[in-house]
């Protein structure tokens, strides 16, 4: 078939409603000219495509996408077609449906966004499920991990740079007294904290802690908390600390040893392709010694591996 490669600057939205249509039309979807277009442009010319292909058309081009594709590519370009709230806002409604119930993804994309992101993706998720988020988690998750979640969506977080040193020195001895010191755990003690402060605060917690008790805040938690509470809390953490470096190791394991994670290795490049690919690719790099690129292109295959891998850029 034959290669329609798109510069991705000199085209319209209405050329590019037109191409799609073309790529469609005929015997057989021409793939390659649909992952050519929709793989290298943002959210906002993806949004003017759709626009322009339902005025020209009369016709969805997200439904006609789920005609024409299928399988992992197809999941991984319809999640594509949103803006990256609208992604999150899908994403954690999936994750929390009745028939295919995730709750590490809802707590994966819950717990590494930023207050903004959480506030648009309550937004979306209200508007396109007519539900509040905090039903559905007070419906599926349980414990000491709902408590987290439901205090992690409610509260309004700062987003600046500045700490305060005094009450940083306070929470890491909180923390301490709540954890390691004690028999047992004050668990309201690590939901309050890890739910009430920024990431910048949260960082510098986890320094402190370090330079006071000679032990990462990181080991702390997997010793005195254990399942999605956990990972709800790391994920937190290493988010404050860095999230590029988060989501290396969550690459990492979704390719690691036999088979891969599709769904995992999906929702992450798709939904970091916009806010911080570029410090994902360095940290995963660093870290195994191998372009994230050869790791998806030795894990996937077709049309998908070829989307992917669009969607990375170049390796270097």
Same mark, same amino acid.
């Given at each position: 078939?034959?290669?329609?490669?798109?510069?991705?600057?000199?085209?319209?939205?209405?050329?590019?409603?037109?191409?799609?249509?073309?790529?469609?039309?005929?015997?057989?979807?021409?793939?390659?000219?649909?992952?050519?277009?929709?793989?290298?442009?943002?959210?906002?010319?993806?949004?003017?495509?759709?626009? @322009?292909?339902?005025?020209?058309?009369?016709?969805?081009?997200? !439904?006609? &996408?789920? $005609?024409?594709?299928?399988? +992992? /590519?197809?999941?991984?370009?319809?999640?594509?077609?949103?803006?990256?709230?609208?992604?999150?806002?899908?994403?954690?409604?999936?994750?929390?449906?009745?028939?295919?119930?995730?709750?590490?993804?809802?707590?994966?994309?819950?717990?590494?966004?930023?207050?903004?992101?959480?506030?648009?993706?309550?937004?979306?998720?209200?508007?396109?499920?007519?539900?509040?988020?905090?039903?559905?988690?007070?419906?599926?998750?349980?414990?000491?991990?709902?408590?987290?979640?439901?205090?992690?969506?409610?509260?309004?977080?700062?987003?600046?740079? @500045?700490?305060?040193?005094?009450?940083?020195?306070?929470?890491? !001895?909180? &923390?301490? $007294?709540?954890?390691?010191? +004690? /028999?047992?755990?004050?668990?309201?003690?690590?939901?309050?904290?890890?739910?009430?402060?920024?990431?910048?605060?949260?960082?510098?917690?986890?320094?402190?802690?370090?330079?006071?008790?000679?032990?990462?805040?990181?080991?702390?938690?997997?010793?005195?908390?254990?399942?999605?509470?956990?990972?709800?809390?790391?994920?937190?953490?290493?988010?404050?600390?860095?999230?590029?470096?988060?989501?290396?190791?969550?690459?990492?394991?979704?390719?690691?040893?036999?088979?891969?994670?599709?769904?995992?290795?999906?929702?992450?490049?798709?939904?970091?392709?916009?806010?911080?690919?570029?410090?994902?690719?360095?940290?995963?790099?660093? $870290?195994?010694?191998?372009?994230?690129?050869?790791?998806?292109?030795?894990?996937?295959?077709?049309?998908?591996?070829?989307?992917?891998?669009?969607?990375?850029?170049?390796?270097?």
């Amino acid at each position: 078939m034959a290669t329609l490669s798109i510069p991705p600057v000199l085209t319209t939205p209405r050329d590019d409603a037109m191409h799609l249509y073309k790529a469609f039309k005929g015997f057989g979807c021409d793939k390659v000219a649909v992952i050519n277009i929709l793989a290298h442009r943002d959210a906002t010319q993806r949004a003017l495509i759709q626009q @322009e292909y339902r005025t020209m058309y009369s016709e969805d081009l997200t !439904k006609r &996408l789920v $005609k024409e594709l299928s399988g +992992k /590519l197809e999941k991984a370009i319809l999640l594509w077609m949103y803006d990256p709230a609208g992604r999150d806002a899908t994403l954690v409604r999936q994750a929390l449906s009745a028939d295919s119930i995730d709750l590490r993804a809802a707590t994966e994309v819950i717990c590494s966004r930023t207050p903004s992101q959480i506030v648009h993706l309550k937004q979306l998720y209200h508007s396109m499920n007519g539900i509040y988020l905090e039903h559905d988690i007070e419906l599926h998750a349980s414990g000491d991990h709902k408590k987290l979640l439901l205090a992690y969506v409610t509260t309004m977080r700062y987003e600046g740079p @500045e700490v305060d040193r005094a009450s940083v020195d306070h929470d890491a !001895k909180a &923390l301490y $007294k709540a954890g390691e010191k +004690k /028999l047992g755990t004050d668990e309201k003690t690590f939901i309050r904290i890890f739910s009430e402060r920024s990431r910048a605060h949260l960082a510098a917690v986890s320094s402190a802690y370090h330079s006071m008790y000679s032990r990462k805040l990181k080991k702390a938690v997997k010793s005195e908390t254990s399942g999605l509470f956990e990972f709800a809390l790391l994920t937190i953490l290493q988010c404050a600390e860095n999230p590029a470096t988060y989501f290396a190791k969550e690459l990492h394991k979704a390719m690691k040893g036999l088979g891969t994670n599709d769904t995992t290795l999906i929702r992450i490049l798709v939904t970091r392709t916009e806010i911080d690919m570029q410090y994902i690719k360095a940290e995963y790099q660093k $870290k195994h010694k191998k372009s994230l690129n050869d790791a998806v292109h030795s894990e996937t295959s077709g049309d998908y591996r070829a989307f992917l891998l669009s969607l990375l850029g170049p390796a270097h």
